[in-house]
């Protein structure tokens, strides 16, 4: 099973919106509701972001929303925040016996 | 308050059996639905989901690392262990636990802090 692909950075400056992609196939991000999103600070543990592709967990900021087309899924980040700076992994449910599949990540870079 | 602590040794020679405990609290695995996940991190690099227990003790593998992994669960300690066998220098990574809530909910809601192991004679 073969990572979920990610650019490796996107940067924006405080007020900007961006989109981080992430990619994979009809076994994954294309055939199932099942992709999340999660942000990870240095040295610090990954938090969930979205889950079901587009719903926000309690406590998380409405600037985060994400959507699914095909097998290409989105994490947008509107009203850009210097503490969005960090790393963003996506995920998703496989039909294949490895459950999960992560993708390469990216970095947000605040300018 | 839902916590996890991933515990073991910091530190692995070569070929060794890795040992990891995850103990929780806020939440009981004999509750219907409710699983934990085990998911690693080397330095510098992407996440990669490792294991799966449920509460009615099913457990499910990475498909490449299936032959390694072994997950079990203590219900009356609130823990769940995460055995690596044969372990490399390409194992030397950061080892979260993580709830999933319902087996169908597929995401993980709350991490441990993570335990760093590093493999090397």
């Known amino acids: 099973q073969s990572a979920l692909t990610q650019p490796a950075s996107v940067s924006g400056s405080p007020g900007q919106s961006i989109t981080i992609s992430c990619t994979g196939t009809?076994?994954?991000?294309?055939?199932?509701?099942?992709v999340s999103w999660y942000q990870q600070h240095p040295g610090k543990a990954p938090k969930v972001m979205i889950y079901?592709?587009?719903n926000r967990p309690s406590g998380v900021s409405n600037r985060f929303s994400g959507s699914k087309s095909g097998n290409t899924a989105s994490l947008t980040i509107s009203g850009l925040q210097v503490e969005d700076e960090a790393d963003y992994y996506c995920?998703?449910?496989?039909?294949?016996?490895?459950?999960?599949?992560f993708g390469t990540g990216t970095k947000v870079i605040v300018l | 308050q839902v916590t996890l602590r991933e515990s073991g040794p910091a530190l692995v020679k070569p070929t060794q059996t890795l040992t990891l405990t995850c103990t929780f609290s806020g939440f009981s695995l004999s509750t219907s639905g409710m699983c934990v996940s085990w998911i690693r991190q080397p330095p510098g690099k992407a996440l990669e989901w490792l294991a799966r227990?449920?509460?009615?003790?099913?457990?499910y593998y990475s498909t490449s690392l299936k032959t390694r992994l072994t997950i079990s669960k203590d219900t009356s300690k609130n823990q769940v262990v995460l055995t690596m066998t044969n372990m490399d220098p390409v194992d030397t990574a950061t080892y979260y636990c993580a709830r999933i809530r319902n087996w169908n909910d597929h995401y993980m809601d709350v991490w441990g802090k993570g335990a760093t192991v590093t493999v090397s004679s």
């Open positions: 079901e592709v587009s």
């Open positions: 995920s998703s449910y496989t039909s294949s016996s490895t459950l999960y599949v």
């Open positions: 227990i449920d509460w009615d003790d099913d457990k």
């Open positions: 009809n076994s994954d991000v294309g055939g199932y509701k099942y």
